[in-house]
């Protein structure tokens, strides 16, 4: 498989491609949140367990970059920001949900309680 150059970082295959785009801790959980509905920052903060403010910030940038969500800015005081997901972000949703099902199979293997992760499939909330 030919070696391809995209914003000056070289990349070996697609998965490599695809995983620098949507892969770490956060990236993942942001766009499933906003799969649904409009997020204001401090609302996606409280939604994401133990995520710090830095990293929120660049996962959202990252993430805007790439196209995958959108940022509108409204000319109020104080400033309003809000974050949703774009067309090319809701194509990412069936492999985030692929990704949460493998992950639940595998720590059903390991003997990890999936219980939380099962609840939090009602409230949607769990990627």
Do not use: C
């Given at each position: 498989?030919?070696?391809?150059?995209?914003?000056?970082?070289?990349?070996?295959?697609?998965?490599?491609?695809?995983?620098?785009?949507?892969?770490?801790?956060?990236?993942?959980?942001?766009?499933?949140?906003?799969?649904?509905?409009?997020?204001?920052?401090?609302?996606?903060?409280?939604?994401?367990?133990?995520?710090?403010?830095?990293?929120?910030?660049?996962?959202?940038?990252?993430?805007?970059?790439?196209?995958?969500?959108?940022?509108?800015?409204?000319p109020v005081v104080p400033?309003?920001?809000?974050?949703?997901?774009?067309?090319?972000?809701?194509?990412?949703i069936p492999i985030v949900?692929?990704i949460r099902n493998f992950?639940?199979?595998?720590?059903?293997?390991?003997?990890?309680?999936?219980?939380?992760?099962?609840?939090?499939?009602?409230?949607?909330?769990?990627?």
């Open positions: 498989m030919p070696d391809f150059l995209y914003n000056g970082k070289a990349y070996y295959n697609p998965v490599e491609f695809a995983m620098d785009r949507l892969g770490g801790t956060w990236k993942m959980p942001i766009l499933w949140r906003l799969k649904d509905s409009v997020y204001r920052y401090g609302e996606l903060k409280k939604s994401i367990e133990h995520i710090s403010d830095k990293m929120l910030t660049t996962q959202l940038r990252q993430l805007e970059s790439d196209g995958f969500v959108h940022r509108e800015v409204y400033p309003k920001v809000e974050y949703s997901i774009t067309e090319k972000g809701k194509t990412a949900i692929a992950g639940i199979e595998l720590m059903k293997k390991e003997g990890i309680d999936i219980e939380y992760y099962q609840a939090k499939d009602e409230s949607d909330d769990s990627a």
